[in-house]
């Protein structure tokens, strides 16, 4: 059974920082791609960060420099440091494959975490 189990959201001020986690099982992790995504209220989920099997990453422009994505094969967990947040960052995280897990043409997400930036 495939499973995505994030933790870590919360409330946070405006510059400050936060650590999201997921705990992942059923799936070879180690040779997985990974990938946090977010999703706000009325728009698509939208992928912001990603690292392959062998380590590369790679963050969209709106979060380069500010977070950091990283993969524990041993652990089979997906960190999300998130640092010097905005407002704009407010969503629900999510962690998944990427592309992400489909299974019998139906898609497959974790409860997600929310994420709040306000002051």
């Known amino acids: 059974q495939v499973q995505f189990v994030e933790s870590g959201g919360g409330l946070v001020q405006p510059g400050g920082s936060l650590r999201l986690s997921c705990a992942v099982s059923?799936?070879?992790?180690?040779?997985?791609?990974m990938g946090w995504y977010r999703q706000v209220p009325g728009k698509q989920r939208e992928l912001v960060a990603s690292v392959l099997s062998g380590g590369s990453t790679y963050l969209v422009d709106s979060v380069e420099g500010r977070f950091t994505v990283s993969r524990d094969n041993a652990k089979s967990t997906l960190s999300l440091q998130m640092n010097s947040v905005e407002p704009e960052d407010t969503a629900v995280y999510y962690c998944?494959?990427?592309?992400?897990?489909?299974?019998?043409?139906?898609?497959?997400w974790g409860q997600g975490t929310q994420v709040t930036v306000s002051s």
């Open positions: 998944n494959t990427v592309p992400h897990f489909r299974w019998n043409s139906r898609d497959l």
């Open positions: 059923g799936i070879t992790f180690g040779v997985a791609s």
